[in-house]
Structures are given as structure tokens and as C-alpha cells.
């Protein structure tokens, strides 16, 4: 093989380096170029884990350490990572064997693959091309879950690369609509994952991290002092927290592990599994202010009651939400509660919480109602009115009004009854009307599906009473 070989920059992935000896090399083809370069002209070249190390880290000027550990993104792994797990799959990578490092890395069993596009910030390209006269892949740029530059705070462009296909990052596609600015949580999210690669300390053990989320979930509310999690709780609001980034660039790893009802109840129950460490770094977003706080929670040597970390959350509220300042502003201004809890589309207990830990002042309706007004309310009730209804006409609140109904014997049963008959006649009436129209069963049906169903199920006789006669069997599919 040739002794040139262009020199491998900084944060520059293996793949691109490889793309870069293979355009410079001169060969007729790129395939050529690789099969001299590597030995075979088959290999997946795009592999997050290359098995061609051994065959470049002369030509690249690198060690194979080096290469590993600067080069690809196997670091991301070791924080969270069993330590001889890590150790046997560095060592594949060493020497070349690492067609199985998915399995050992659970990613397979994780159903999270590293097969998203690959990723580039059109700023660095531009800085890039400028003063080396190329482009290149940047590493951090291709860490699972990473969908901004954290250096200039833009979104990255992505390209489908094929297995085997040489490619730089290009500049015909960069304009400056390209350049959209990250939002707060895209930005923590990259800087957890940088972090997690960058990461030198010893390896992460599994039950201390677990007793540092449970401590800090007890300082949230979602977790008892027996430790017992609120998991439906703890889970609702981490997804809340994460599930929506604004501009839809939720990366695919991020939504299937979002999407998996089992998490985040398998990182504590699971304890013998091989979790990925998005799962960990999700969980340390929500629960820290960012990495060095986690860090130095996890290292405390006690967690008491006297224990407490520097800039982590102090709030009860288990869902934190970006229109808080919104919410806090309108109160100030003196709308009610209910006002701006249906401006922000949020409920009024959470409004109420919000208003208490931020001390401010709000006027709630009466709680107590005399007994001609739990009179009203039983009467109005009886009608079928909806108890916000009543609680606006009475000017008080739901929560009274809901609870002189619950007090009142067969008043629960009345009102569903009376539910029942508004809901049957005005299905009847829908029925009715297009049974003038309509002379077979199935165009009434297809005309009022939901109106037809609902009387199928509840009024049955008296929908087949008011229904055109069935047409015989034997003339129903004859032209």
C-alpha cells in the first residue's frame, strides 16, 4: 500500500479520514481505493465500530488506543457500561474483531441502533473548508442523540450515507435557513452526551447511581422515604420533559426510548441488565442541572438527609415546563387561576402549585357552601348541568360542587342517567333524519357510523324498529 496519507485532524471520525485518503489517493475508483487501502473492498466503512483500525493506525499516525478512544464514539459507552464489558468490547476494536459489539454493548437487546444518518454543522463545514480547503465529519457530531453543534449552537444537516460510499460534508446545501438555533434542552441534551464521552473518571456502578436518582427523586416528590418510586408520575414527566423539542428534531434513539413503556422502570428494576447510556443521560437531565452536578451527587459518600447538591432542583413540582415565567406573569397581573390555566392548556391544581412555591398571592372561590346554595346545586345537578357550570353560576368551585353531588344518595346514578337519555336522543334524531334519506341499513350506517354504533350497542330494539327492512340475503350482491 501506498505511505501517503493525509494527516487525521482533530474530533475526525475514522470514517472520515478513510473518505478523505480514499478522494486524495488518486486511485481510478473509490472502491479501488479502499480495497488497497483496506484489503477488501466489502467493508462497511460507515461503522460507528470500524474492524479496520488495525489495518490504518500506521498510515493515520495514531496508535490503536488513540484511535479508539479519540476517534470513535466507544468512550460514549464507558460511564455506564459494566467495566469488563467495556474492556472486552475495546478489545475487539483493538483487534479488529468487532463484529459482535452491538451484542456486547446491548444495543440489540436495547433496540437502539447507531444507524441514524450522519451528521454535520454547516458553520464548521463553512470554518472547515476555509482553513484546511476541505470538510470533514466531526466525532462529536456523529454521538448518539446529538442534534446540534454545541459549539455554535445550530442544528447539524444529515446525510444518508450508503455502507460503502466515500463522502465528505457538503457546502452546495448550506444557506442561512440552514441555521437554526438550538433551544435550551437540545443543548443540555448535547452537552450530557459530550460529557458522557468525555467522561475519564472510574466506571459508573449501577446501584449508587440508582440511590443518587432515587435521593434527588425524593427531593422532587416522586419518590417515598421508604424509596419506593411514583413511577406513572416520574415517568409522565420525563417524557413530558423530553418528548417535545421544539422544531421536531428529536433524534430516532431518543424517540424509541421515549416511546417504551417499560422505561423508565427498567434502569430500577433491571439491575442486572446492560442499560444504554441515553437511558442514563435522560434521567440525569430531567433530575440535575447538568453533568457536574450529577457527578458530584454521585460522589457523595453519604446521602442523609443533610445531603444536597449545588444548583440541582429544589422545587416539588415533578413536571418542569418552559411556560412557567408565562404562568407566573399572568397571576402577577391578577387573572384567576382558571384563566391562565386554560391559556397554557395546564390544570388548575398544577396553576396553584406553581403560584404557592413562587409565592404569589391568588383569590380562590368559596370552599363552603350554605344550604340553599347545596340546594341549588343539588337541583341544577339533577338537570344534567356540568359541575363547572354550576360552580360559575354559583360562583364557587368545582371541587365543592363535585363533592355535594358525591354526598348525595342516587344523585351520581341520576345524572348518568340523564346523560344516558340526552346522548340516546340525539343519536335517535340523527337516525331519524337520515332514515327519510336513505332507504338500505348500510348507506345510514356509513352515513352516521359513530350515531348508528352507539344505538347498536345501547337501543338496539328501537334502532332495528326504525331502520328500512333488511333486503333478502339472496338479492343483496345481485346487479
Not at 446491548?106 to 447507531?114: E, G, P, T, Y
Not at 406513572?232 to 420533559?241: A, C, I, Q, V
Not at 346554595?373 to 371541587?399: T, W, Y
Not at 365543592?400 to 348518568?416: D, Y
Amino acid at each position: 500500500m501506498d505511505s501517503f496519507a493525509p494527516k487525521l485532524l482533530s474530533d475526525e471520525s475514522i470514517y472520515s479520514w478513510v473518505s478523505r485518503w480514499t478522494i486524495l489517493s488518486g486511485y481510478p475508483s473509490h472502491r479501488t481505493a479502499i480495497r488497497i487501502l483496506l484489503g477488501n473492498d466489502n467493508m462497511q466503512i460507515t461503522s460507528a465500530f470500524p474492524s479496520f483500525i488495525p489495518k490504518i493506525h500506521k498510515y493515520a499516525s495514531r496508535t490503536l488506543t488513540t484511535l479508539i478512544d479519540e476517534h470513535t464514539i466507544l468512550p460514549f459507552f464507558r460511564g455506564f457500561t459494566k467495566e469488563d464489558i467495556f474492556l472486552n468490547a475495546r478489545r475487539s476494536l483493538l483487534t479488529g474483531s468487532s463484529e459482535s459489539l452491538h451484542t456486547r454493548l446491548s444495543l440489540i437487546a436495547n433496540r437502539i441502533s447507531n444507524s441514524e444518518p450522519l451528521g454535520y454543522c454547516p458553520v464548521c463545514a463553512r470554518i472547515d473548508y476555509e482553513f484546511y480547503g476541505h470538510t470533514y465529519w466531526h466525532l462529536q457530531h456523529q454521538l448518539p442523540a446529538v442534534v446540534i453543534c454545541s459549539k455554535h449552537k445550530v442544528h447539524l444537516l444529515r446525510l444518508d450515507v450508503g455502507r460503502r460510499e466515500v463522502v465528505l460534508p457538503s457546502l452546495s446545501n448550506i444557506n442561512t435557513s440552514c441555521l437554526r438555533e438550538s433551544t435550551r434542552k437540545e443543548f443540555k441534551l448535547c452537552e450530557l452526551v459530550i460529557n458522557a464521552f468525555n467522561y475519564d473518571g472510574n466506571f459508573l456502578n449501577g446501584d449508587s447511581l440508582r440511590e443518587c436518582y432515587i435521593y434527588q427523586l425524593k427531593q422532587l416528590g416522586l419518590a417515598t422515604g421508604s424509596n419506593s418510586i411514583r413511577m406513572d408520575k416520574f415517568r409522565k414527566g420525563l417524557k413530558l420533559y423530553w418528548d417535545y423539542i421544539e422544531g421536531h428534531s428529536l433524534s430516532n434513539i431518543m424517540r424509541s426510548i421515549l416511546s417504551n413503556n417499560a422505561y423508565p422502570a427498567s434502569i430500577f428494576y433491571q439491575q442486572n441488565c446492560q442499560h444504554h447510556p441515553l437511558k442514563h443521560l435522560l434521567i440525569i437531565g430531567y433530575l440535575f442541572e447538568n453533568w457536574d452536578v450529577f457527578i458530584k451527587a454521585y460522589n457523595q459518600d453519604s446521602r442523609s438527609t443533610s445531603f444536597s447538591v449545588s444548583g440541582s432542583k429544589k422545587v416539588s413540582v415533578s413536571i418542569v415546563d418552559d411556560n412557567e415565567i408565562e404562568i407566573i406573569a399572568h397571576l402577577k397581573n391578577g387573572e384567576s387561576m382558571r384563566n391562565v390555566a386554560k391559556r397554557v392548556n395546564r390544570s388548575v391544581g398544577y396553576v396553584k402549585k406553581l403560584a404557592h412555591l413562587n409565592d404569589v398571592k391568588t383569590e380562590s372561590r368559596a370552599q363552603k357552601l350554605f344550604q340553599t346554595e347545596r340546594v341549588a346545586v343539588i337541583n341544577l345537578a339533577k338537570q344534567g348541568h356540568s359541575s363547572s357550570r354550576i360552580a360559575s353560576a354559583l360562583e364557587c368551585c368545582v371541587g365543592a360542587v363535585e363533592q355535594i353531588m358525591s354526598q348525595t344518595a342516587g344523585l351520581i346514578e341520576e345524572r348518568k342517567r340523564i346523560r344516558f337519555i340526552h346522548n340516546r336522543d340525539k343519536h335517535r334524531a340523527i337516525i331519524l333524519k337520515l332514515v327519510n334519506i336513505h332507504t338500505r341499513r348500510t348507506d345510514i350506517q356509513s352515513a352516521a357510523r359513530a350515531d348508528y354504533t352507539w344505538l347498536y350497542k345501547h337501543d338496539k330494539e328501537w334502532l332495528y324498529s326504525k331502520l328500512p327492512p333488511a333486503i333478502a340475503r339472496e338479492k343483496r350482491y345481485k346487479k
